[in-house]
């Protein structure tokens, strides 16, 4: 079934080895894929409740000291930074397939009236948890402006 799909998708698109048949492409997928940011890296849930915002992100394989949490204009930012990882290939550097990567990793949540001052943050077990607790009365972002 799994080589029928394959070969699905190869009719579709072609070989993509024929494409970069030459040496000088021969990495360049991976070593692009490994220094760009996987926004699958990140599958995140938001609860709303009329007290509080609650996030959960997925970051497994992170040290906590390489998380960064900021929030202004709204916006909550979480950004992740993994500089490596064990490598499992061979003495030839042989490997059939790798998913992981290293790199930076970020993303942004609109979450508006939040009380910034008691956000509250806790990592364990590859999974940051927020409460970002709302504001009793939301700010004013309008200023209405006479016309004369």
Same mark, same amino acid.
């Given at each position: 079934?799994?080589n029928?799909?394959?070969?699905r998708?190869?009719d ?7 494409w ?15 220094? $760009?940011p %996987? ?14 915002? %609650? ?6 394989g ?6 960064h ?13 993994? $500089? ?9 550097g042989?490997? *059939? ?6 790199? %930076? ?14 956000i ?16 009793d ?7 209405? *402006?006479?016309?004369?």
């Amino acid at each position: 079934m799994a080589n029928e799909l394959q070969n699905r998708r190869n009719d579709l698109f072609g070989d993509w080895n024929d494409w970069f048949n030459d040496g000088a492409f021969s990495n360049l997928g991976k070593a692009f894929s490994s220094m $760009t940011p %996987q926004t699958g890296s990140m599958k995140t849930d938001v609860k709303e409740s009329d007290k509080d915002y %609650q996030v959960k992100i997925d970051l497994p394989g992170f040290d906590k000291k390489d998380i960064h949490l900021n929030y202004a204009n709204d916006m909550l930012s979480v950004t992740g930074h993994r $500089t490596s990882f064990s490598d499992d290939s061979d003495d030839k550097g042989n490997m *059939i397939h790798s998913e992981r990567t290293y790199g %930076q990793v970020s993303r942004q949540y609109r979450l508006p009236d939040v009380d910034k001052n008691n956000i509250s943050a806790k990592y364990d077990d590859g999974v940051l948890s927020l409460v970002l607790p709302k504001l009793d009365k939301p700010l004013e972002n309008d200023s209405h *402006i006479e016309i004369e």
